[in-house]
């Protein structure tokens, strides 16, 4: 009676039983095992639907409603407009559209201006860290300051060292190199996409250094012994080894980097305010004046879907390009 209660319990098969009815509560478990995880998760993706996926819906909705500042306080008594936003928005002839592709194409450029020299400056750094020599933990910590910093406390700061007259840019550029005939303007006019790469660059590149650096652990060091016991020089072994070792990484980072970038609004908003200068007009801030400056909130909605649309094709024309270059390294 024992052995059998105890073959029972161990889910193994019983004498005088069918061996189904041991596999059973063995298959029970195991539904139980694997589908605990996923029960773990179902808390924290309720969240993020709630926080993400409800206003995106609202938003598409608001897209194709006249919803102005006559119908905020009811904004569902909005007249249908269908898609005479959208058709607003992308007609470049008009001003609107005009302005919108105007943004476009300064935020294009900004991103991959951007992205290329948080990438490099993160990727150098990153391998200059790699060697062992005093005072690296400390270098370490400082390289990541920016990236540790609140957006606003940072940016602020960027703002006071960007006055004309006082400023700390125009104090060592005009004052102590004497690289300037006179002081500039940083936060108007052409100047001000400048001011809002370096600030870009200033915060984004220690995340790159961050991930580069993570990647760097998992190549194994015998590979570069070999390579230098072969007469392979520094360019070469960073050439040969470290990129392609490390293309995974980039992979992932890049694109990481290129939708951060492309969305950022805290940045620019910070540094110049409600409006941006006509240089360094970003989507993003352009979408808010759009929506929240002329009350066009249907115009700016449509402004937001039509960003989402480009965001989600250039994310899978990425990945498929990528997928499709790693299965030809693979074979």
């Known amino acids: 009676m024992t052995t059998t209660a105890t073959a ?11 061996p189904g009815a041991a596999r059973g509560p063995r298959r029970t478990g195991r539904i139980r095992r694997a589908g605990l995880p996923y029960l773990l998760l179902l808390p924290a993706l309720l969240l993020e639907l709630l926080v993400h996926l409800v206003p995106m819906v609202i938003g598409v909705v608001m897209s194709f409603r006249e919803l102005t500042q006559f ?3 009811d904004w569902g008594t909005a007249p249908w407009a269908g898609i005479d936003n959208y058709r607003v928005s992308v ?132 590979l570069y012994e070999a390579a230098a016991l072969d007469g392979a020089g520094i360019w070469q072994q960073l050439r040969r080894i470290t990129l392609p070792s490390l293309r995974p990484v980039n992979q992932v980072l890049v694109l990481v980097l290129f939708l951060w970038t492309f969305n950022d609004f805290n940045t620019p908003y910070v540094l110049f305010g409600r409006s941006a200068p006509q240089a360094a007009d970003l989507v993003s801030v352009h979408i808010y004046q759009a929506s929240f400056v002329t009350w066009n909130f249907g115009t700016g909605s449509a402004m937001s879907v039509l960003l989402l649309l480009f965001l989600l094709a250039v994310t899978g024309l990425y990945l498929a390009v990528t997928s499709r270059g790693r299965r030809a390294a693979d074979a």
């Open 8 to 18: 029972a319990a161990e889910g193994q098969a019983v004498p005088g039983s069918s």
């Open 71 to 73: 119908y905020i306080r």
């Open 91 to 222: 007609d470049v002839h008009a001003p609107v559209g005009d302005a919108l592709l105007h943004s476009f194409l300064v935020t294009v450029g900004f991103t991959l201006l951007s992205v290329a020299l948080c990438w490099l400056l993160g990727t150098a750094a990153a391998v200059f860290m790699q060697d062992t020599f005093r005072g690296r933990a400390l270098l370490r910590a400082l390289f990541l300051v920016p990236y540790a910093l609140p957006v606003y406390a940072a940016v602020i700061t960027w703002v006071f060292m960007f006055q004309h007259d006082n400023g700390l840019v125009n104090h060592v550029l005009h004052d102590q190199l004497h690289l300037t005939g006179r002081p500039s303007f940083w936060l108007i006019g052409d100047n001000s996409f400048y001011a809002l790469l370096t600030v870009s660059v200033w915060k984004g590149w220690p995340f790159a250094f961050l991930i580069v650096m993570a990647g760097l652990q998992t190549i194994p060091h015998e």
